[in-house]
């Protein structure tokens, strides 16, 4: 079950998340952005430091090379978390269209431009939902983490093996929905 109140209390890691996997820009790397929003008693801070430092090796147009390789030529390497598991059956346009309806219900309107299984717009998601109260939010953002943990577990298996900067990145999300998993007693 999802701690709520301490995957709020994450929410800055998420608009972080949302920032880095989104096509890299020169703002991107400023160090302001890791400054405000990675904090050394985060749970992923060891992994984003190593992600964040790796990435500072490469200019911003190698950056964009290996963003553009990584998540656009690379089948196992997506950012849409439900194509691993459903490619392009029905079922996957089912979870496609409940996450939309999860958004707007919690006050996104989605760009038409976007799946709603796309990872940056997922962590964007959480990080400017307000839902703390709201009794739709148990179900809700089991359903949500759920397509998250199982399409970046898969993320994190081909980074690794392409040797990718992002392997970390995605460790540290991985790592910041773990801390938010309330232990049964």
Not at 71 to 83: E, G, H, I, P, V
Not at 95 to 109: D, I, P, R, S
Not at 114 to 132: H, K, Q, R, V
Request: charged share 25%.
């Amino acid at each position: 079950m999802i701690d709520l109140e301490k995957l709020y209390e994450e929410k800055p890691l998420f608009g972080f998340f949302a920032n880095q996997l989104t096509y890299p820009e020169k703002r991107t790397f400023h160090p302001s952005v890791f400054e405000e929003s990675v904090y050394s008693s985060d749970p992923a801070y060891e992994s984003l430091k190593t992600y964040w430092d790796k990435m500072h090796e490469y200019s911003l147009e190698e950056i964009q090379e290996i963003y553009t390789y990584t998540f656009d030529f690379q089948k196992d390497t997506t950012l849409f978390m439900t194509y691993v598991k459903y490619e392009d059956a029905k079922d996957r346009g089912q979870m496609l269209a409940k996450l939309k309806v999860l958004y707007e219900m919690f006050g996104l309107n989605m760009p038409d431009s976007e799946l709603s299984d796309f990872l940056p717009l997922m962590c964007e998601f959480i990080y400017a939902a307000e839902w703390i109260g709201d009794d739709r939010a148990p179900q809700s953002f089991s359903m949500l983490l759920a397509v998250i943990e199982d399409g970046t577990y898969h993320l994190l298996k081909a980074l690794e093996k392409h040797n990718s900067p992002y392997f970390h990145l995605i460790k540290g999300l991985r790592e910041t929905f773990k801390s938010c998993i309330q232990q049964e007693a």
